[in-house]
């Protein structure tokens, strides 16, 4: 038995909090049923329905994926584009938490967990992402410090956890930057680095939270163990 609004919550539909909202709302019927009280339980076989929508119950997944160029972050695309749930083989319906752009490579979690999704794109959760990027120019001194130091991007202040020049190529103008950040906003560091002054030519998520690719090429992926869930659930992040 769970209680019903984390139930609905897990079922992707909304987040804990709304859910005992609608809750509250008398918008929540379990066995045809309206529920108003917030203790409630419900296990498995209970038919649950919020706001005329019947939630589907379904076992939770989570899958660490390497994401290959060309592929879009979501669960459809109106260009008919391949996405990254088409690359898990499952029949439930997962979707993919926050987003990496169409050419960037590297980690993505997807799932059918509602509430961890929320939980980890939640901005107060603080996840930290490490990104690999190279940019078509050498960056200066001037810059990098500048950015260590953190910068100002739409209003909003970015400020790198990490920030490491891993090569230098002379001959063709180009460098390697590992940056590690907090932020979630879509295309962060591609906007750090041109509001700079450098593009990002190749761009690859190699780290979220604790979790690294690891073995995984280019389109693998593998399930998240219970413990690995469990930590990305751990407790500072209530
Ligand atoms: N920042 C970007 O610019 N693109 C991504 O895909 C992820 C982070």
């Keep these: 038995m769970e209680r019903l609004q984390k139930v609905i919550a897990s079922c992707g539909y909304c987040s804990r909090r709304k ?6 709302e008398g918008k929540v019927y379990v ?13 498995s076989s209970d038919i649950i329905v919020v706001e005329n929508v019947e939630l589907h119950q379904s076992k939770l997944e989570y899958y660490l994926l390497n994401k290959p160029r060309g592929v879009i972050s979501s669960t459809n ?12 083989k499952t029949n ?23 509430t961890l999704a929320n939980k980890l794109m939640h901005p107060k959760n603080k996840i ?14 001037e810059d990098y410090f500048k950015l260590k130091k953190g910068i100002v991007i739409e209003g909003r202040k970015v400020k790198p956890t990490n920030l490491k020049i891993k090569s230098k190529s002379k001959n063709k103008d180009e460098c390697i930057i590992e940056i590690s950040i907090i932020e979630g906003r879509n295309h962060i560091v591609k906007k750090i680095f041109a509001h ?15 979790l690294t690719l690891g073995n995984l090429k280019s389109g693998e992926y593998r399930a998240l163990s219970i413990k690995e869930v469990k930590k990305l659930y751990r407790e500072e992040r209530n």
């Design 196 to 210: 700079l002054g450098y593009e990002v030519i190749k761009l690859k998520r190699e780290r979220y939270d604790f």
């Design 77 to 88: 695309d109106d260009k008919s584009r391949k996405t990254v749930v088409d690359l898990i």
């Design 19 to 24: 859910a005992e909202d609608l809750i509250k």
């Design 92 to 114: 439930t319906r997962i979707y993919p938490i926050g987003r990496l752009d169409y050419d960037t490579t590297g980690l993505i979690i997807l799932t059918n967990d509602g």
């Design 128 to 141: 930290e992402k490490t990104y690999v990027a190279k940019l078509n120019k050498i960056i200066s001194m």
């Design 31 to 43: 066995n045809g049923h309206k529920v108003t009280k917030l203790g409630t339980c419900v296990n």
